[in-house]
């Protein structure tokens, strides 16, 4: 017997799409833009009456960014389709980066009930980009030593050797991440990377100057002062410490659990994405309804084993930051007395 058209994977599949729209956008239009059809065409895929060819979903899925396997597939036999954006070395392939990332914050923005759970391994890459030279320093190093730039290779660290434009696209990635509510969870370890990065290529004599290597230093200061700032009002911050951007929208953990591995979960009313980490800073994508259930519990079990710092638990907050401040003039002695 024939399933009902409700149940076919073409439904669900229509239906996720749904989900995945803010409410202002119409799926028929989209479809039908999309898939170069008229509306009435787009329709009649809609309601199932007309079955979508491999192609089309195959377009349907690149445009969305989703895998089809979510709906055919539940994850129970342990298989799970990923997805993520390519990077092989140069320039152009990291502002691809940067813009699908900058596209993806942009869409959530749109959602009124969308909201962020990070376990934060790193510092979350958002954070970085509201410090211009910091930021310029993270697209460097990236770059330079994970990506094998050939346009870097020996050179020393210059802020001007940074295309402006992925300055400006990571400056409208802090702005929309400002705008959605987050959870983020912190371990002792969060902040190292960062640290060990800096410290790295000043041992290496990558920086031309101690001039750069120190306004880093204090970028990277002004940065986690902000975190902690926003810690303190429940609220992210837009530009500067007397711009709230909306309130109650930022709640930060502090896990004494090791996190292992940076883990996003993204809600966009119904629509959950899971984003794993790999490749240091690029992340696997997958909507598998079953694979991004067993993240959200993962998720929640560690805020539940965690020790909220945001709000009114000043006491924990100062404690935290406190050993992070520690490490920060640590790191800027260091570099002063070289």
């Given at each position: 017997?024939?399933?009902?058209?409700?149940?076919?994977?073409?439904?669900?599949?229509?239906?996720?799409?749904?989900?995945?729209?803010?409410?202002?956008?119409?799926?028929?239009?989209?479809?039908?833009?999309?898939?170069?059809?008229?509306?009435?065409?787009?329709?009649?895929?809609?309601?199932?009456?007309?079955?979508?060819?491999?192609?089309?979903?195959?377009?349907?899925?690149?445009?969305?960014?989703?895998?089809?396997?979510?709906?055919?597939?539940?994850?129970?036999?342990?298989?799970?389709?990923?997805?993520?954006?390519?990077?092989?070395?140069?320039?152009?392939?990291?502002?691809?980066?940067?813009?699908?990332?900058?596209?993806?914050?942009?869409?959530?923005?749109?959602?009124?009930?969308?909201?962020?759970?990070?376990?934060?391994?790193?510092?979350?890459?958002?954070?970085?980009?509201?410090?211009?030279?910091?930021?310029?320093?993270?697209?460097?190093?990236?770059?330079?030593?994970?990506?094998?730039?050939?346009?870097?290779?020996?050179?020393?660290?210059?802020?001007?050797?940074?295309?402006?434009?992925?300055?400006?696209i990571g400056k409208d990635i802090i702005k929309s991440y400002s705008k959605i509510p987050s959870v983020e969870i912190w371990s002792d370890d969060t902040a190292n990377s960062t640290f060990k990065q800096i410290e790295f290529y000043w041992e290496s004599g990558i920086f031309k100057n101690k001039a750069d290597a120190l306004a880093i230093c204090h970028e990277l200061y002004n940065?986690?002062?902000?975190?902690?700032?926003?810690?303190?009002?429940?609220?992210?911050?837009?530009?500067?410490?007397?711009?709230?951007?909306?309130?109650?929208?930022?709640?930060?953990?502090?896990?004494?659990?090791?996190?292992?591995?940076?883990?996003?979960?993204?809600?966009?009313?119904?629509?959950?994405?899971?984003?794993?980490?790999?490749?240091?800073?690029?992340?696997?994508?997958?909507?598998?309804?079953?694979?991004?259930?067993?993240?959200?519990?993962?998720?929640?079990?560690?805020?539940?084993?965690?020790?909220?710092?945001?709000?009114?638990?000043?006491?924990?907050?100062?404690?935290?930051?406190?050993?992070?401040?520690?490490?920060?003039?640590?790191?800027?002695?260091?570099?002063?007395?070289?």
């Amino acid at each position: 017997m024939a399933k009902k058209n409700s149940d076919t994977a073409q439904a669900l599949f229509m239906q996720r799409l749904k989900e995945s729209l803010a409410p202002s956008v119409s799926l028929v239009d989209s479809l039908a833009d999309i898939l170069e059809v008229s509306n009435d065409s787009a329709y009649r895929r809609l309601r199932g009456e007309t079955a979508l060819s491999i192609e089309e979903i195959a377009t349907i899925c690149k445009h969305f960014k989703i895998s089809f396997d979510a709906f055919i597939n539940n994850a129970a036999d342990g298989q799970v389709n990923f997805t993520y954006q390519p990077l092989n070395g140069n320039s152009d392939s990291f502002g691809n980066y940067l813009r699908s990332l900058k596209a993806d914050l942009n869409n959530l923005t749109k959602h009124p009930d969308a909201n962020i759970i990070y376990a934060a391994e790193d510092i979350p890459v958002f954070h970085h980009f509201e410090q211009p030279f910091l930021s310029a320093f993270k697209i460097f190093y990236w770059n330079k030593s994970f990506l094998n730039d050939k346009n870097l290779e020996n050179q020393k660290f210059d802020a001007s050797l940074i295309d402006p434009e992925l300055i400006e696209i990571g400056k409208d990635i802090i702005k929309s991440y400002s705008k959605i509510p987050s959870v983020e969870i912190w371990s002792d370890d969060t902040a190292n990377s960062t640290f060990k990065q800096i410290e790295f290529y000043w041992e290496s004599g990558i920086f031309k100057n101690k001039a750069d290597a120190l306004a880093i230093c204090h970028e990277l200061y002004n940065m986690l002062n902000r975190i902690n700032r926003q810690a303190e009002l429940n609220s992210k911050i837009a530009k500067s410490e007397n711009s709230i951007e909306s309130t109650n929208n930022y709640t930060l953990y502090h896990s004494d659990v090791m996190i292992g591995n940076n883990c996003v979960m993204v809600n966009a009313g119904n629509m959950k994405s899971s984003y794993i980490s790999c490749f240091s800073f690029n992340s696997l994508l997958t909507t598998n309804q079953r694979f991004c259930e067993e993240t959200d519990f993962w998720l929640k079990n560690l805020i539940r084993k965690s020790n909220l710092i945001s709000g009114v638990a000043e006491k924990l907050r100062y404690r935290y930051f406190k050993k992070i401040d520690v490490l920060t003039q640590q790191l800027i002695d260091k570099i002063e007395k070289d």
